[in-house]
């Protein structure tokens, strides 16, 4: 046993000391050297493959060389703890090497290969496996047309396609004026399918890769297992950034993408036609399982961003593979998913995509398959597609769409859909007969949605639009502990497709049980994010989304602080610090009155509160207390008080109320006023410029010795003038403020706002 032992020992110490490091320079190297410094590297990759790669061997390509036309194939494998890696060498200021098929179209420099076939089009035969995927001139990307017949004509953005190639004559289309060799020096295009190639091998490291062009991907894995890919940049003048794909024999599986950057370098704003450029940035298709995608970057990419695609039967499926911290956007592009999701039934299934953040993309992430898991993603500024007539600017969009396809048993929870065209959520079925259904959306967020509905399709503010559960294929579903809430006062957030119903979330929650559907503790108030101008969506210390989630079995939020803070966990993507939420959260705050009275109504969103106290002041510096109310919930709730003071002072008057919780804790309420008969604009404010007023005074109250004091609009009085003409505000920050007039023995109270 002894002696088996140490020869297993001798052997692993032998394949380490045999393991061999490699130089590639496609500047300076040479073939006849031997490679193995970087004053004998090598010039071309096909000296990789003619070395026979072993376990532990190393390739480094040097920092700033290009390696184009020819494919970069891969078939030799590592083993497990010894794996063959490939990577740079060189100065790190340098840019990383670049692996890409791009170069000239075959034939396309020689006058006699086009032909004139109209006016302004010239045609070139070319041979399906040379197409270009994407189409270069003198180093510039020209774009493609929608359509053969489309090509010269301005679309409805104005843009131009001034190529096609035609899969069925196998023919590249060109608008010129003239022989393209005329106008061109060189025309270029992906020369691969896929720049860069693993087939049916393993145990690999890539990092610090440039990996460009391709008309089918700039990187592909066929069958590829336990290989990283690690900082490296990937897409660049390619079709499709990665690409994992089965072979016949084997499925990809146990790839980790992290720490990447995948720009598309596609640029075009054009309109109709959703694809007239790139594809996707990463694409699982078919075969693809247990695999990790991870603090990438994603840019511009105008199908994906990243596509789980599950629509072989006899492929594993693309299963099990974990999304997240991956930021995505595509500000420069008109049609952009950020993630898209779809399958036959158990071909896209227990994928778990979370603490992806996506903006100014301008389709909405489709997210379907089925028992994938959805949580702690941010979908912010979608916006309106010209590429497609119809709504693309939702959120995420829950559905089936095409035969086959499913959207069963997700679960899509604590994520945040903000600033979109589109409702945040659409959940609709299309008519087919696989439907949408069992699927379970919880503590989820749709704030400030709806602002530009496609053809006013429905109302603007609407936060999720929901089709009839038996007319359009759609099947019982949950909606539990979300929040949906619209800046837009006339807003209601639930808009019911065929019944062209609108609902506020109290009238949604009535439908518990409707159709099979459970729907249960859903909100409609201001979310109230800590800091919503700079993008920080954790809730503030009175928000109504603390401790008003359900737990859903997440340890961790978006930040990757703790779930467990408080007696629930809190609706979004973030968790509150408090343990306890302040007890009351203040939602509106009337004021009526007449001669007899004054009455004061108020709704709150309430947990855990004991009593209010009504008070009031002439002055809104001296309080009197008028009456104490109590509480009508120790739960969170949400609940309407009256309060009505029989004995109203005389001239202006204030309000407010104090709350005050069982501990002892208590906050105010904003004062609000009723204003007497001197409310006459006795002094006007006239903007003169940012925070400066001109101060306007009646013709009576000009002899008249006059007061303005400023106060916040919690009833802090902050600043004192004396008959002043101009009021400058400057050293104040942005916020609502109220200016008394104190003029002989009347009052009179100028609410204004600084921006």
């Known amino acids: 046993m002894t002696r088996m032992f140490f020869c297993f020992i001798v052997l692993l110490v032998a394949g380490s000391v045999n393991a061999t490091t490699y130089y590639l320079d496609a500047d300076d190297g040479s073939n006849a050297d031997d490679g193995l410094s970087p004053a004998t590297a090598w010039k071309d990759l096909f000296k990789i493959r003619a070395s026979l790669p072993a376990p532990g061997d190393v390739y480094l390509f040097k920092r700033g060389c290009a390696w184009s036309e020819f494919q970069f194939y891969v078939t030799a494998s590592g083993v ?17 090497p670049i692996i890409s098929t791009l170069a000239e179209v075959p034939g396309s420099m020689i006058a006699s290969n086009w032909a004139q076939t109209s006016a302004t089009t010239w045609t070139l035969p070319l041979a399906l496996e040379e197409r270009p995927g994407r189409l270069f001139a003198d180093g510039t990307e020209l774009l493609r047309a929608d359509a053969l017949l489309d090509l010269g004509q301005a679309d409805n953005e104005g843009a131009i396609g001034v190529w096609f190639y035609d899969t069925l004559s196998n023919e590249l289309h060109l608008d010129a004026n003239q022989n393209p060799t005329l106008t061109y020096g060189t025309i270029s295009g992906s020369r691969a399918l896929y720049s860069s190639l693993v087939e049916n091998a393993e145990y690999i490291e890539f990092s610090d890769i440039n990996f460009q062009a391709g008309s089918g991907a700039s990187l592909a894995l066929l069958g590829g297992q336990h290989i990283t890919i ?423 008057v204030y309000y407010r109320i104090q709350q005050t919780d069982w501990d002892g804790r208590f906050s105010y309420s904003d004062f609000i006023s009723c204003r007497g008969e001197i409310g006459q604009e006795t002094i006007r404010l006239i903007p003169q410029g940012a925070k400066q007023f001109r101060i306007a005074v009646d013709a009576a109250a000009q002899s008249v010795n006059w007061q303005l004091l400023l106060y916040s609009s919690t009833g802090q009085r902050l600043a004192n003038y004396q008959a002043v003409s101009i009021l400058d505000l400057s050293a104040f920050p942005a916020g609502a403020y109220y200016l008394q007039v104190r003029l002989a023995d009347t009052q009179q109270t100028i609410p204004f706002v600084l921006h």
């Open 230 to 652: 690690k900082n490296c940049e990937l897409g660049r003048n390619g079709r499709t950034g990665l690409l994992l794909l089965n072979t016949t024999t084997r499925t990809s599986s146990e790839v980790i993408i992290q720490d990447n950057i995948f720009d598309s370098g596609f640029t075009f704003y054009y309109g109709y036609g959703s694809d007239r450029g790139c594809g996707d940035g990463i694409r699982l298709r078919d075969g693809a399982i247990n695999c990790e995608i991870r603090a990438n970057v994603f840019r511009n990419w105008a199908h994906n961003a990243i596509e789980l695609l599950g629509t072989s039967t006899s492929a594993t499926g693309v299963n099990n593979n974990r999304i997240y911290d991956n930021a995505i956007s595509a500000p420069d592009i008109p049609y952009a998913h950020p993630i898209g999701v779809d399958g036959y039934y158990g071909k896209c299934q227990n994928n778990e995509i979370f603490q992806n953040w996506a903006k100014d993309c301008r389709t909405a992430a489709q997210l379907n398959g089925n028992d994938n898991w959805y949580h702690h993603n941010i979908f912010q500024g979608m916006r309106k597609s010209p590429s497609k007539e119809q709504a693309t600017a939702h959120g995420i969009i829950i559905s089936v769409y095409d035969v086959g396809l499913v959207c069963e048993d997700n679960r899509y929870d604590h994520n945040l859909i903000i600033d979109t065209d589109e409702a945040g959520f659409l959940v609709r079925g299309y008519g087919f007969s696989n439907k949408v259904q069992g699927n379970i959306l919880r503590n989820n967020i749709a704030y400030d949605t709806g602002k530009a509905p496609y053809e006013n399709d429905y109302e603007e503010g609407t936060a999720i639009v929901i089709y009839d559960t038996n007319d359009d294929g759609l099947g019982p579903n949950t909606y539990q502990n979300n929040l949906f809430y619209s800046p837009n006062a006339l807003a209601v957030p639930i808009y019911l497709q065929d019944d062209n119903t609108y609902h506020t979330a109290a009238q949604f929650n009535q439908r518990d049980g409707v159709e099979g559907n459970t729907v249960e503790d859903n909100l409609d108030l201001e979310p109230r994010f800590a800091n919503l101008a700079s993008n920080n969506f954790s809730p503030a210390d009175d928000s109504p989304l603390i401790n008003a989630g359900l737990d859903t079995g997440l340890a961790e939020d978006f930040a990757g602080n703790s779930r467990l803070v408080g007696v629930a966990p809190d609706i979004g993507p973030y968790e509150s610090s408090l343990l306890v939420a302040l007890p009351v959260s203040w939602l509106d705050l009337k004021l009526e009155c007449t001669e007899q009275q004054s009455i004061l109504s108020w709704r709150v969103q309430e947990q855990n509160n004991a009593y209010f106290t009504i008070e009031r002041s002439t002055d809104a510096e001296r309080w009197q207390e008028m009456g104490v109310v109590e509480s009508e919930a120790h739960t969170v709730a949400i609940q309407a008080y009256e309060f009505i003071d029989k004995e109203p002072a005389v001239g202006l």
């Open 80 to 96: 497990s703890g010894n794996p063959i890696r490939y990577g740079a060498y060189g100065s790190p200021q340098d840019p990383l």
